[in-house]
T-cell receptor
Framework: NAGVTQTPKFRVLKTGQSMTLLCAQD?????MYWYRQDPGMGLRLIHY???????AKGEVPDGYNVSRLKKQNFLLGLESAAPSQTSVYFC?????????????FGDGTRLSIL | GDSVTQMEGPVTLSEEAFLTINCTYT??????LFWYVQYPGEGLQLLLK?????DKGSNKGFEATYRKETTSFHLEKGSVQVSDSAVYFC????????????FGAGTRLTVKP
């Protein structure tokens, strides 16, 4: 049972390059989330989706775009990478929007922007 | 807005020592509270949760009680093991909106044999 799978696990980019991070979940969850994790700051929400074809901004959306063309996949794009986007990115999913249900996390993508 | 403040680390303990990691929160509405654990190289895993005041969440020997009067959700374990070494995150989510989960900064725990 794979759960939430993130691809790739590591990536180094040069400033100005673009890339897409892929998140796939096999739990048929409706809700999906992208976070970034920075030292001393916990996790901060970038974008989220409440269902196929929908996306919404989180706390720190600038410089990122997302798409949810299929229910099981949630893509995070960086159009023009900047050093400030060096971080560890986590995808999560949940079957319910109710706050008493946990989110399920992938293992993360470590991204370095030079 | 809603927020979580947790004890700064790192925390280093000897095996079989007692663990407390403090977590306090600020919230309106009806928050649910969570502790997640992150082992090296992995994502966050749910450790325990509590969804209303006075609830106690427990798992793998860890416990935390939802204290509305002190707005706290401290994590405790009576006897830590080397395998408990990880980063622990306290988190909060409004009952009616899981799309805005707020996390503390994380506390790194190292347990030495």
């Amino acid at each position: 049972n794979a759960g939430v799978t993130q691809t790739p696990k590591f990536r180094v980019l040069k400033t100005g390059q673009s890339m897409t991070l892929l998140c796939a979940q096999d739990m048929n969850h409706e809700y999906m989330y992208w976070y970034r994790q920075d030292p001393g700051m916990g996790l901060r929400l970038i974008h989220y989706s409440v269902g196929e074809g929908t996306t919404a901004k989180g706390e720190v959306p600038d410089g990122y775009n997302v798409s949810r063309l299929k229910k099981q996949n949630f893509l995070l794009g960086l159009e023009s990478a900047a050093p400030s986007q060096t971080s560890v990115y986590f995808c999560a999913s949940s079957w319910s929007q109710r706050g008493n249900q946990p989110q399920h996390f992938g293992d993360g993508t470590r991204l370095s922007i030079l | 807005g809603d927020s979580v403040t947790q004890m700064e680390g790192p925390v280093t303990l000897s095996e079989e020592a007692f663990l407390t990691i403090n977590c306090t929160y600020t919230a309106t509405g009806y928050p649910s509270l969570f502790w997640y654990v992150q082992y090296p190289g992995e994502g966050l895993q749910l450790l325990l949760k509590a969804t209303k005041a006075d609830d106690k969440g427990s798992n793998k020997g860890f416990e935390a009680t939802y204290r509305k009067e002190t707005t706290s959700f401290h994590l405790e374990k009576g006897s830590v093991q080397v395998s408990d070494s990880a980063v622990y995150f306290c988190a909060l989510s409004d009952l009616y909106n899981n799309n805005d989960m707020r996390f503390g900064a994380g506390t790194r725990l190292t347990v030495k044999p």
